[in-house]
């Protein structure tokens, strides 16, 4: 159960001394009232510290609130798990609606209604979905996600990713680092093995993702593509993943496959312990 900190800061003008707002004006400019500077300094007099206990909500929730944007979030990875490719990435566009409620012996039931962006493309798709997280004594399982969307296959990628693939089957020599890098660029010819990092880091995100979680994938840290034992095209990749919640960055290692016809099938997937210096994406 987290702990949430608010902080309330009273604040008063000098020369009562009594408190007379709590709040900042929003678009103050002193400089557009010099007369009353000296007088009405704003500053901080009494600091308090409010320790308030996390309930999980049930019933209708706000679309733009954090509940509903983390199970929209596992939607999104679910999505992508299911639908991925290098040349289809899915994140969430707008959550319209959003309930939970407790299902008794077995967790928290979502019941979401979203929209879901394909970036290559930038085309949009309405969904619907209901997401379980079960709950059971002494341990945490994956969230478990139901789906219906409307025109996914209006976005047809079997020529760029069967030219992908035949080019990488010939030559298995890939790898690259850093994706993006500091700057937030990716080359054009590295885009897909991004993509690709995505789509795969998603199978990681839904399998840890809880109610309390919302995870990004924030870096390929690097990546080599390894000798494929069949016709699938095979992939060591390095993840940075993010949780915003928890602002943790933890790396993961990931041996998967790839082909147009089969999609990714994750082999390995296994925490790295988490280092010094991964917060930094290196340049
Ligand atoms: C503040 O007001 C002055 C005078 O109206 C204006 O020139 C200045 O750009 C304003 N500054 C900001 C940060 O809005
Ligand atoms: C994506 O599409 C929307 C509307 O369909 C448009 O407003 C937006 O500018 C597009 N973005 C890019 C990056 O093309
Ligand atoms: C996608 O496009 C290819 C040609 O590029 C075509 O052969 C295939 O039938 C299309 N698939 C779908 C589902 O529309
Ligand atoms: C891999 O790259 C090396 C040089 O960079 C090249 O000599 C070799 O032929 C390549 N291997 C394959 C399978 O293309
Ligand atoms: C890839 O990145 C991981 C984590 O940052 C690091 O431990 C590993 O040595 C790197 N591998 C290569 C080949 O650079």
Redesign the pocket.
């Known amino acids: 159960m987290t702990l949430w900190l608010l902080l309330a800061v009273v604040l008063t003008t000098g020369g009562t001394g009594s408190p007379s707002g709590t709040v900042l004006p929003e ?1 103050s ?4 009232h010099p007369n009353s500077l000296m007088e009405n300094v704003w500053k901080p007099t009494v600091v308090v510290l409010v320790a308030e206990e996390e309930v999980m909500e049930t019933g209708e929730l706000n679309p733009s609130h954090y509940p509903a944007q983390r199970v929209a979030k596992v939607v999104q990875h679910y999505f992508n798990t299911r639908h991925g490719s290098p040349y289809k990435v899915f994140a969430v566009k707008k959550v319209f609606s959003a309930n939970a409620e407790e299902v008794p012996d077995s967790g928290r039931k979502y019941q979401l209604e979203l929209s879901m962006k394909e970036m290559v493309h930038n085309t949009t798709v309405a969904c619907a979905a209901e997401v379980l997280f079960p709950r059971k004594e002494g341990s945490e399982s994956s969230p478990q996600v139901q789906l219906s969307c409307e025109d996914i296959l209006k976005i047809n990628t079997s020529a760029p990713e069967e030219s992908l693939y035949q080019q990488y089957k010939l030559n298995q020599n890939l790898s690259a680092h850093n994706l993006p890098d500091s700057y937030g660029h990716v080359d054009e010819d590295q885009e897909p093995f991004w993509h690709l990092g995505m789509v795969a880091s998603s199978f990681i995100m839904l399998s840890e993702s809880s109610e309390n979680t919302l995870y990004n994938m924030a870096q390929v840290a690097n990546l080599t593509q390894m000798a494929s034992e069949n016709e699938q095209l095979k992939f060591d990749y390095h993840v940075l993943l993010h949780d915003m919640v928890s602002q943790e960055i933890i790396p993961w290692k990931l041996v998967f496959t790839w082909s147009p016809s089969a999609g990714v099938k994750v082999q390995t997937m296994e925490k790295s312990p988490n280092c010094r210096h991964c917060n930094e994406p290196k340049p």
């Open positions: 678009d400019n002193t400089t557009a």
